[in-house]
């Protein structure tokens, strides 16, 4: 068996997302992530949903690893999105390489 370092897990990706509208211009995001978790030193700490034009929406930080819960799906309500704002990019993020794994664009349901 190989061990594993923390270096070597990779980039956080999304790997599926799903949004549903709560009430009128506000959602909620089920967001699944695929990173190889190997403890404190090196996870996936937080998934971000933004416009097109970058500007952070919304954050839901992840506050342990997922060492034996791979990938994993959590959810963010209560997401107020700007009218006119059609589709948004949903990006994870973790403790080594913080951005630049698979991201996902999204488009959002009107009901």
Same mark, same amino acid.
């Given at each position: 068996m190989m061990a594993v370092s923390g %270096?070597? &897990? !990779?980039e956080a990706d999304v790997i599926a %997302?799903? &949004?549903a509208l709560q009430q009128e211009g506000t959602y909620r995001f089920d967001v699944t992530i695929a990173h190889a978790d190997? !403890?404190?030193? /090196?996870? %996936? =700490? &937080?998934?971000e949903v933004l416009d097109m034009d970058g500007k +952070? #929406? !919304? *954050?839901? *930080?992840? #506050? /342990?690893?997922h060492v034996d819960e791979q990938p994993f799906?959590?959810?963010? #309500? !209560? +997401?107020?999105?700007?009218?006119g704002v059609q589709k948004v990019t949903i990006r994870a /993020? =973790?403790? +080594?390489?913080?951005y630049g794994g698979r991201?996902?664009?999204l488009t959002l349901p009107l009901k």
């Open positions: %270096a070597s &897990a !990779g %997302a799903k &949004a190997t !403890g404190w030193e /090196h996870y %996936a =700490d &937080a998934f +952070v #929406l !919304g *954050t839901r *930080t992840l #506050l /342990h690893p799906t959590r959810s963010l #309500l !209560g +997401v107020v999105i700007p009218k /993020h =973790d403790s +080594v390489h913080e991201e996902i664009v």
